[in-house]
């Protein structure tokens, strides 16, 4: 009887430190959690927090209507902010952004391009804007993201919601961009 005993306590034992394998990483996520801690990211941008949905932000495209930041398909936004002067290095970074988006191969039509500010004069820029849809807006909410310096390009990167992902200073590479993109798009 005492054996009995003895071997039943053994298997509650047992049975009560499987459930404790199983249970304490959720018990150790639940923890985390309710702390706040945020694994650290691998992004080249700048998280934007607290996180910004512009799906009701009214961006005028050309032809007169807006910008649908909600899609029909799930498609992200890339979104160029151009300073006040968009010329020679303010084109030349749009135009790697594009090929960029181009380098993506089947998952390029999953990344749209949108670019706010004033449109650069010349026919190299006519050449460079061809792939990208020129909006306007006078929304502060998005224009604080903007290079206050003239001839620069800022980025941010909008989800397939309208919520804004991560922003990318002028002085972020596009060959950066370019490596956070293909990790979203793997």
Request: hydrophobic share 45%.
């Amino acid at each position: 009887m005492t054996e009995n005993i003895v071997d039943a306590r053994r298997g509650r034992r047992q049975l009560l430190l499987i459930v404790a394998v199983f249970l304490t990483p959720f018990a150790l996520a639940a923890l985390l959690a309710v702390s706040g801690w945020v694994p650290k990211a691998r992004s080249h941008g700048e998280p934007i927090v607290p996180q910004q949905n512009f799906g009701q932000l009214l961006v005028r495209i050309a032809g007169g209507g807006a910008w649908p930041w909600r899609a029909s398909t799930p498609k992200f936004t890339l979104v160029a902010l151009a300073g006040p002067d968009c010329s020679v290095s303010c084109l030349g970074k749009l135009d790697l952004l594009h090929r960029a988006q181009i380098g993506l191969t089947q998952s390029s039509d999953k990344l749209r391009l949108l670019y706010i500010g004033n449109v650069p004069g010349g026919s190299a820029a006519a050449a460079v804007m061809t792939a990208w849809t020129v909006g306007h807006t006078r929304a502060p909410r998005l224009l604080h993201y903007a290079p206050q310096k003239s001839d620069r390009v800022a980025v941010l990167l909008v989800a397939a919601d309208g919520t804004a992902i991560v922003h990318y200073p002028s002085s972020v590479s596009v060959a950066d961009i370019n490596k956070d993109l293909r990790r979203l798009f793997r």
